[in-house]
Structures are given as structure tokens and as C-alpha cells.
């Protein structure tokens, strides 16, 4: 048979890796966007109905959802189930293209128009390496939000974390009542692990283990037993322990939340609606009695105000949500009234920031080559068309490929971990600097002087990123002023507690510990010598160096939480109740990873999904009762 057109397209741009020029690699990786198309495993091509926005203008919906990401889609996919209700899913961003879809090139998309790419103001105790000490936070703008940027990994988090939401005073989000929740969304096909209770065949989003590996990532994996990890399923009876990571891919290809849960109901469910590159500005609320009863929303430089006969559902994420809220007048009463928008309910929004921080610093260089991923022999022209069949090292994510979940001396509950080093092969040269550096916005000087000179050796190189998964730290978000299209103030303050930096510190050694294993021996894994310049005065064996590089290019983990925080009325510090209602007001629920309490032992993408499985089944035991 043969190929098509797209086939030679992508095999131009991958020539370009083999041949080894990351200018050249990104150069003809720009036409990638536009192609837009997906295919079936016989290579015939379709093209997907991203939305059916040209039906006829509808003047009120029953459901209006504010944001296409993990939860929103869910809701939009159970809602309409009833055909009875119309339902409504607005997103700010375009749909997906196929740049997103090839997990390969995740570092890439973050650099694109799929990114909200909002900059945290300027820290003093951390992004010292970060241009102008200002970390990005990026987050997902398009059909499918953060599922489009994301690394794709799928982890739901340890049983005591949300048995912790429900001791602080939320029924019904324990463990054992949120776990079917998480099931009912997953479709596994994890090779091992058919017959574990703690997984699903039959929902619609995709969970496997990537089909590819290097050498290096499963001598990563025999290390950490070597030095005493057990080799676990994360997401099942134990979560301290290593493993390949699971993702939210199907046949080696990224699945966003869109293509796994609209794209195949669409177009028989008329009374579902999609509009994207729609962007809500404002919740429409009646100040006197408080209820919420429509959204207005910008589309092609017009504004529209759509009706709403039941709820409002905000599903816009831990960043764009709060902002909405406080734009709409649901927020601090002193922060709104010095920006000038009129108080309809005071609230803690935007407070309560939990963002999970990651050390990325940690670089290992090997005395051989031929095992890292792009340097991998079987890394070749003939990747592209093992991609096609769901094969090959395109089908990494991002060079990710195992997970090490442990417990430090500073964990606060027993079998529950508080660091976790996901191993990557590569490090942030391996894009030609053009992915990873500029997403983080590493700084030029610190780029130059520590990490390119590894563009031009040829040993093979792999990264520990420290991931700490309980801050103490927290952060909080504000509006910029009242203009809608303005980002909103972001202050994270990372490590201001420094029980984060010590944690942080104790996951670098136990990497380090792991490296110098009998498996990861045999490769002489020394870590990278060159020290970051504004921490030259320490030698690299001290601890202190370490600390001063923890401040310097530690960055967000991609799973912001807690800005719509849920808790009982009680609680001043919530935003929303456990049935997700934003207190003191009516037909309007807030259903994103914004209203987490408190931290998890896992990522966003998991938990995004479970909860916009929950508050479905929240939302039709008000409307059907």
C-alpha cells in the first residue's frame, strides 16, 4: 500500500533528529501544526468534527461547562447522555493538532499557541535561573486543555490523601467513595495487569504503558530495586515503589480528554454543543439573588450572553477558574474593590495555591553511548512509520519513562510519598534547547555555561527530576485589574518553607544513591560537574550547593491545586462545598483540580478526570430528583 503524503511529511521532520540539528528539528516541525488529521491503524486518514458550533445559535442551554480540559469534557460527555438536557462546553482555545497527538515532542508544545503560558511574578527565594526569576506556569489552552501539553502521565494519587479531604470536613470524597469514580473513566490496557481490581477495560480514556523503552530506563528500574525499591502498579495497593509510568496514550499516540470523550459522541448527541476559541469573560449572576443564570463569552472579536435554565459549571482549571470567578465578582471583597469590580459574594478565590515544584537540575552522564532515546540505534528513519503502528521511541513522552515514588525521613504519614524522581532519558539539551529551556525560561547565561557544552559530547545523558509531591509552601493568584484579557498575578512562593528545600534535598540523594547502584554502575553515571554560576562558591559535594541550586531551577511540577479550595460552610478558607457549589450562591459549581484542599501524591490529569466523573453524578442527583 501506499503511503501517504502525511507519512513523508513526518519522516522530513524526524530525518532532521537523526541528522542530529535541533534547529533544523524544530524548523520543519512548524507545518506539523496545521496538518490536523488523524488516522486509523490502515493509515486512512480522516478529519475529525472538532465541534458543532455552526448549529443554530441556541438562546439558553440547561448546562453551561466554562472549559474543555480532563473534567470539563467528562461533564460535557455524562450531561448529555439525558437528551432532554441541552449542554453547552465553551473553551478559549483551538482544537488540537497533530504537533500535540506524537508524545515525543511534548517539550515542544509547550512553546505553543496550546499554552496559556502565564509567567509567576518575580520570587526571592527560588527561580534564581529563570529569566527576570519569574517561573512559567503553564497550563492548556484548546479542545482538550491541559491533556494537549501535559506529559501524559497518569498517576490518581495515594488512598490517604483523599481520605484527608474527607477529615477536613468533606463527605463523600474519601477513598473507597472517590475510587469507582476513578475507574469509571479508564479504559487500561496495561500488559501485566488485566486482572488487577484497582483498574478498568471499559471506560473511554486510554491508559497504558508506552510501547517503547530504552536500555537505560530499565537499568534505572533495576537500580532502584538494587537499592531496595520494590517494583510496583502506582496506581494500585502500594504506591512507594518504582515503575515505567502509565499514560493517557492509545496505540503510543497522546489521547486528550477531548478526543477520548466528545469527538466520539458528537455528532449523534445533537443536543450537545462545542464552540471553541470561545473565551468567557464573565459569569452572569443576579445580584440580588445571587444566582447564576448565564456566561458571557468573546468568539471572532464579538461578545455573546448565552442563558443557563439549571447550572453553570466552571471547569476552566486552578488558574483560568479563579480568575472568571473574581472577574465575575465572587472573591476577596477588599482585592475586588481596589480593582474596581463590584463584590457579589466575598470568597477566598484565587488563595490557598498548591503547586507541586520540581527539581530539574539533576543531570547524570554516562561513559557510553547508544541508549539514551534519540541516540538509541533503533531511533532511526524508520521511527515514524513504527509510530504509525503504535511502536517506537516516538511513543515516549517527552523522554519520560519511569517513576520512582518514596518516602523521605521527612514524610509525615507512613506509606505515603513525599518525593517522586520520574526518570527521563536526555536532558535539557537533548531539544536542541529549544523545548525545555524556553518553556522554563531558563536563563541564557545559566544555559550556556552549564548545560551547552553537552550539545557537542557524545556520551549518552539521563535526568532525575525531583518532584516534590507536599509543598508546604503555598501561593496565591490575583487579578491584574478588571480586564478579562489580561493574565492574572501569580505568586507562587515556592520554598518559602524550608522543610521543602530539605525534602527536595533528600530525593536528590537517594537519585544519586540509585545511580551509583550495581546495574547503573556498569555505565560509570557520574553526576554532571559543571557547576550553576551563581553557586560556584560551594563545592558540588556540599549540601549547600544543592540547596542554592534547588532555589535556582526548581520549577512547577504542571499540577496547580487548591485556588477554589472545597470544605464545609464553616471553613473560611473554601470556596466551594462538597457537592462543589460555590457558597453562597446558587447554579453555580466549580469542577476542576482548583477545588483539591490540600495536596496529592499523584498528577492533575488523573484527578481532573475522577472529579469531573464525581460532580456529574453530583449534578444529576440535583436535577433528577
Known amino acids: ?191 501485566g495487569l488485566e486482572n488487577s481490581k484497582y483498574h478498568n477495560s471499559d471506560g473511554m480514556v486510554s491508559v497504558e504503558f508506552p510501547p517503547f523503552r530504552t536500555n537505560l530506563a530499565q537499568t534505572f528500574v533495576r537500580g532502584a530495586r538494587e537499592v531496595g525499591h520494590k517494583k510496583i502498579d502506582y496506581n494500585g495497593k502500594s504506591q512507594l515503589g518504582v515503575s515505567y509510568v502509565q499514560t493517557n496514550t492509545i496505540n503510543g499516540m497522546r489521547q486528550s480528554a477531548y478526543r477520548a470523550l466528545i469527538e466520539p459522541i458528537l455528532a449523534t448527541r445533537p443536543n450537545l454543543h462545542v464552540k471553541a476559541n470561545s473565551r468567557v469573560t464573565k459569569i452572569l449572576i443576579d445580584p440580588n439573588t445571587k444566582m447564576a443564570y448565564g456566561v458571557t463569552y468573546s468568539k471572532n472579536f464579538r461578545n455573546y450572553d448565552v442563558h443557563v435554565t439549571k447550572e453553570v459549571i466552571v471547569a476552566a482549571g486552578s488558574i483560568n477558574t479563579p480568575q472568571l470567578l473574581m472577574l465575575s465578582g465572587i472573591g476577596p471583597a477588599e482585592h475586588l474593590k481596589n480593582i474596581k469590580v463590584p463584590v457579589i459574594q466575598d470568597l477566598p478565590v484565587g488563595q490557598n495555591l498548591i503547586d507541586a515544584l520540581v527539581f530539574n537540575g539533576l543531570t547524570f552522564i554516562l561513559n557510553e553511548t547508544g541508549h539514551s532515546l534519540l541516540f538509541d540505534s533503533r531511533f532511526q528513519l524508520h521511527s515514524i512509520a513504527d509510530y504509525f503502528h503504535g511502536q517506537g521511541p516516538l511513543t515516549v513522552p517527552g523522554g519520560v519513562e519511569a517513576i520512582d515514588f518514596l518516602q523521605t525521613s521527612r514524610a509525615q504519614q507512613p506509606g505515603v510519598p513525599d518525593i517522586a524522581l520520574v526518570f527521563s532519558t536526555g536532558s535539557l539539551v537533548t531539544d536542541g534547547g529549544l523545548g525545555l529551556r524556553n518553556g522554563k525560561r531558563i536563563k541564557a547565561s545559566l544555559y550556556n555555561k552549564v548545560y551547552a557544552p553537552l550539545e557537542t559530547i557524545k556520551n549518552d545523558q539521563w535526568t532525575a527530576s525531583v518532584v516534590l509531591l507536599h509543598p508546604k509552601s503555598r501561593g496565591f493568584l490575583n487579578l491584574r485589574n478588571a480586564n478579562p484579557y489580561n493574565s492574572p498575578k501569580i505568586y507562587t512562593n515556592y520554598l518559602s518553607e524550608d522543610d521543602d528545600i530539605e525534602t527536595l534535598l533528600e530525593g536528590i540523594k537517594e537519585a544519586v544513591r540509585i545511580s551509583k547502584s550495581p546495574s547503573m554502575k556498569r555505565y560509570d553515571a557520574r553526576v554532571l560537574g559543571i557547576p550553576f554560576p551563581n553557586c560556584e562558591q560551594f563545592e558540588l559535594t556540599d549540601d549547600d550547593y544543592w540547596r542554592c541550586a534547588i532555589k535556582t531551577l526548581s520549577s512547577t511540577a504542571y499540577q496547580q491545586l487548591g485556588t477554589s479550595k472545597m470544605g464545609p460552610a464553616g471553613d473560611p478558607t473554601a470556596v466551594v462545598s462538597p457537592e462543589l457549589q460555590v457558597h453562597g450562591l446558587s447554579n453555580l459549581r466549580v469542577a476542576d483540580v482548583g477545588v483539591v484542599p490540600t495536596t496529592i501524591s499523584g498528577q492533575s490529569a488523573a484527578l481532573s478526570y475522577m472529579i469531573g466523573e464525581k460532580a456529574a453524578d453530583l449534578i444529576k442527583q440535583t436535577w433528577t430528583r
Request: glycine letters at 8%; one cysteine or more.
Open 1 to 191: 500500500m501506499a503511503l501517504p503524503v502525511k507519512f513523508w511529511a513526518l519522516t522530513l521532520v524526524f530525518a532532521t533528529v537523526c541528522i542530529g540539528s535541533g534547529d533544523a528539528f524544530f524548523f520543519f516541525l512548524k507545518p506539523l501544526a496545521d496538518l490536523g488529521r488523524y488516522y486509523d491503524d490502515k493509515y486512512n486518514f480522516v478529519q475529525p468534527t472538532y465541534s458543532n458550533s455552526q448549529a443554530k445559535e441556541i438562546p439558553e442551554y440547561d448546562f453551561i461547562i466554562v472549559g474543555a480540559g480532563s473534567a470539563g469534557c467528562i461533564l460535557a460527555n455524562r450531561l448529555s447522555e439525558n437528551a432532554r438536557w441541552k449542554v453547552l462546553l465553551l473553551e478559549a482555545g483551538p482544537a488540537e493538532s497533530d504537533l500535540n497527538n506524537i508524545p515525543v515532542l511534548t517539550t515542544f508544545v509547550q512553546n505553543s499557541n496550546y499554552n496559556w503560558a502565564d509567567v509567576a511574578e518575580a520570587q526571592n527565594g527560588s527561580c534564581w535561573g529563570m529569566i527576570d526569576q519569574r517561573c512559567s506556569i503553564p497550563h492548556g489552552k484548546g479542545l482538550g486543555g491541559s491533556t494537549l501539553i501535559n506529559y501524559m502521565l497518569y498517576t490518581r494519587g495515594n488512598p490517604a490523601d483523599f481520605d484527608r479531604w474527607a477529615a477536613m470536613g468533606n463527605p463523600g470524597w474519601s477513598y473507597d467513595e472517590v475510587f469507582p469514580y476513578f475507574l469509571k473513566s479508564e479504559r487500561a490496557n496495561l500488559r
